[in-house]
């Protein structure tokens, strides 16, 4: 029998497979499908202060190999997800969920930090510093490592619950981002966010999505996401969560041994609701075929010095 238990921050994963912020919205639709119980866990939809309607329509265009999404932080506010959406999920999820916390300044990501933090089913907080999509807050905290620092200590100082900061690739030196956010206090960081990206329709020579840009995803950016994931394990201790066109049990092997402790899917989840569940089903036999007996030893086994 195989090992995938991986420790994320204290708390034990049976597997390192968890399912995106955005990609899952609050896990209560995905458990109409399968039992989300065999997930190490899950990222819920990116939360903030406000309720956000989100971007104008498109906020999607089809890419080779990936899409580009401009959604712009939809969702129903802090008070309704914890007054509505995560009572439903404790009907259908046992685990404890990472809570991932939007903002348009340190104020907000402090406020909506502590607000989850307060509830018992969330086991970490993954601060999202790193969205492309909205102007004034999100990535623009993430592509300095001061701004980054500074939100990581706000969290920090009024939680009690394991900091993640969710990084930009959308930088010159990720690896600077992560050192300066371990240095601030995060308990971890995972990475990467998607990268800024845009298509043009030919027939209206006009950009396919509203807000001109978006944030590109999917199996095309695993290579560049392997390598940023290893950038940054090479240059901090803290555990770090690898995301990035994650779409087999063979990809979450090579995000192990470039530095993660866990790894998260995401667009993979758009294109198969089922994806998450058939690379849990597949670890056990590919990590055999690899001569893998606990995945918790493979752990930064390509990482740098
Ligand atoms: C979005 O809601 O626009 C996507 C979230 C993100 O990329 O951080």
Same mark, same amino acid.
């Given at each position: @029998? ?13 597997? $390192? ?41 498109? !906020?999607?265009?089809?890419?080779? %190999? ?9 969702? $129903? ?10 009572? !439903?999920? &404790? ?27 307060? *509830?018992? *089913? ?22 300095? $490592? ?7 200590? %706000? ?5 009690? &619950? ?21 240095? %601030? ?21 006009? $950009? ?46 090579? @995000? ?5 402790? %866990? ?12 994806? *998450? ?24 086994? *390509?990482?740098?010095?």
């Amino acid at each position: @029998m195989v090992d995938t238990t991986v420790d994320l921050c204290g708390i034990t994963l049976d597997n $390192p497979v968890i399912p995106a912020s955005g990609t899952f919205g609050y896990g209560y639709e995905f458990a109409q499908l399968y039992d989300i119980n065999i997930l190490g866990t899950f990222s819920f939809k990116g939360t903030t202060k406000e309720p956000r309607f989100g971007n104008p329509t498109p !906020r999607i265009a089809e890419c080779t %190999a990936g899409m580009i999404n401009s959604v712009g932080l939809q969702n $129903p506010g802090v008070e309704k997800v914890i007054a509505e959406e995560l009572p !439903r999920l &404790k009907s259908c999820f046992s685990k404890k969920v990472m809570a991932n916390v939007g903002g348009f300044s340190v104020d907000e990501y402090v406020y909506t930090a502590q607000r989850l933090d307060e *509830c018992d *089913c969330v086991g970490w907080l993954e601060i999202n510093i790193s969205c492309p999509n909205v102007h004034g807050g999100g990535m623009s905290f993430g592509t300095s $490592p001061s701004a980054a620092a500074q939100v990581t200590e %706000a969290v920090k100082k009024r939680v009690r &619950k394991p900091v993640i900061i969710k990084l930009s690739p959308n930088v010159t030196d990720i690896a600077a981002i992560a050192e300066a956010c371990e240095a %601030a206090g995060a308990d971890g960081i995972s990475l990467i966010n998607t990268l800024l990206g845009m298509r043009i329709d030919l027939r209206t020579r006009k $950009p396919v999505i509203a807000n001109r840009k978006g944030g590109f995803s999917g199996e095309a950016i695993f290579p560049i996401a392997l390598r940023m994931v290893n950038d940054a394990a090479s240059r901090v201790k803290i555990p770090v969560i690898g995301i990035g066109g994650v779409a087999s049990a063979e990809n979450v092997i090579e @995000m192990m041994l470039a530095g993660a402790t %866990a790894v998260e899917v995401g667009a993979a989840n758009l294109v198969d609701p089922f994806a *998450c569940r058939d690379i849990i089903n597949a670890l056990p036999t590919v990590m055999q075929k690899y001569r893998i007996q606990s995945l918790k030893e493979i752990i930064g086994e *390509c990482v740098n010095g």
